[in-house]
């Protein structure tokens, strides 16, 4: 697996485990938020219920929309 590929599902994971800490009204960790990766991506607002229903780690990291908002959030942080 490529670094790059590596940073991709770490970040799926931190955005989803993100949206879980929203959910439950903590704060979230420093990252990126599963619901604002998906408006994104997609160009659809989901529900925090909704967007963790969907949306598992592996899929998030499939979907080259999703690997697209990711990738450009992995350079911002680089810069």
Request: hydrophobic share 40%; net charge positive; glycine share 4%.
């Amino acid at each position: 697996m490529h670094m790059q590929d590596r940073t991709i599902v770490v970040l799926a994971t931190d955005a989803r485990i993100n949206e879980r800490l929203i959910a439950r009204g903590m704060d979230p960790m420093r990252g990126p938020c599963l619901a604002d990766v998906l408006q994104e991506a997609i160009g659809e607002r989901l529900t925090s219920k909704d967007a963790l229903r969907l949306w598992d780690p592996e899929r998030l990291a499939r979907d080259p929309r999703v690997r697209a908002v990711l990738s450009r959030y992995v350079e911002q942080r680089a810069s």
